[in-house]
């Protein structure tokens, strides 16, 4: 399924999460207007674009009410999400580990405890993310994902907006889709085209998967920008020997189902 190509009734749900097994990473403050971030139907939200101009929005529900406010910098690697009541909610940063960019999912203002990590491996529209869940929150000094298997992992066509969010590989949590391509002044005429859907499935966590669907976005802009990134890739593609970092990532994807 690409961009425009397809018509809206060809994107499939996604399946979710029994309220049994929820998932739930993002903490609701006191003072915010909402009582949870998991709901038992699914969601759909609308993310404007990051861009080399600017990174901040507003992430809109599906009647176009304001659900979270992104604000952050393309230079610095990093975001920052606030809540109806103007909670910072959660932060992110960007670190780089040769060919693999990581980024981490912190609450409240940076620094702050860990709740995710990201593996980004930049390979054009194909790239993939790798997801890990910590639970509890970590300092960053003891992140140590090396030796397990990611909790979600993000594959499709990230350029294109057109992504799913897989527990375990497997089970569709959430995807992005984006019915229309609109290019140079087309997106300056009609705004709509320089936004993507989010669509979250019921009892998981809507604030997490939104943060995570900004940082792939991030991460994406940034290695499609960098000239080492696309050398790696372009390398990569000449003489497909893996790296440890893409022999781990591999490994990854093919780990079994894990159980609901």
């Known amino acids: 399924m690409m961009g425009g190509s397809k018509s809206k009734e060809s994107i499939q749900p996604v399946q979710g999460l029994s309220e049994q097994n929820s998932l739930s990473v993002i903490p609701i403050f006191r003072t915010s207007l909402r009582d949870s971030y998991t709901l038992n139907r699914p969601t759909t939200l609308k993310?404007?674009?990051?861009?080399?101009?600017?990174?901040?929005?507003?992430?809109?529900?599906?009647?176009?009410?304001?659900?979270?406010?992104?604000?952050?910098?393309?230079?610095?690697?990093?975001?920052?999400?606030?809540?109806?009541?103007?909670?910072?909610?959660?932060?992110?940063?960007?670190?780089?580990?040769?060919?693999?960019?990581?980024?981490?999912?912190?609450?409240?203002?940076?620094?702050?405890?860990?709740?995710?990590?990201?593996?980004?491996?930049?390979?054009?529209?194909?790239?993939?993310?790798?997801?890990?869940?910590?639970?509890?929150?970590?300092?960053?000094?003891?992140?140590?994902?090396?030796?397990?298997?990611?909790?979600?992992?993000?594959?499709?066509?990230?350029?294109?907006?057109?992504?799913?969010?897989?527990?375990?590989?497997?089970?569709?949590?959430?995807?992005?889709?984006?019915?229309?391509?609109?290019?140079?002044?087309?997106?300056?005429?009609?705004?709509?085209?320089?936004?993507?859907t989010l669509e979250i499935g019921p009892n998981v966590d809507i604030a997490f998967i939104a943060i995570c669907a900004s940082a792939v976005d991030l991460l994406q802009l940034r290695s499609t920008l960098s000239l080492i990134d696309n050398c790696l890739y372009c390398v990569s593609s000449l003489n497909p020997v893996p790296t440890d970092d893409e022999e781990d990532l591999d490994e990854h994807l093919k780990s079994p189902e894990q159980p609901e």
């Not at 929005?57 to 230079?75: E, V």
């Not at 609109?182 to 936004?195: A, E, K, T, Y």
């Open 47 to 196: 993310l404007k674009k990051s861009s080399m101009c600017s990174v901040d929005s507003n992430i809109l529900d599906s009647r176009g009410f304001y659900f979270l406010r992104k604000s952050g910098s393309l230079l610095t690697n990093s975001l920052e999400f606030r809540d109806d009541a103007g909670n910072v909610v959660a932060s992110l940063e960007k670190k780089t580990s040769c060919s693999i960019s990581i980024a981490w999912v912190m609450l409240g203002s940076s620094p702050g405890p860990i709740v995710a990590s990201l593996y980004h491996k930049y390979r054009g529209r194909g790239s993939i993310v790798n997801i890990f869940i910590h639970n509890p929150p970590l300092p960053a000094e003891i992140i140590d994902d090396v030796d397990r298997d990611p909790d979600i992992v993000v594959s499709g066509d990230i350029s294109g907006n057109h992504y799913t969010f897989l527990l375990g590989g497997k089970r569709s949590l959430a995807q992005v889709y984006h019915q229309s391509e609109g290019r140079g002044p087309q997106v300056f005429l009609d705004p709509s085209l320089n936004m993507y």
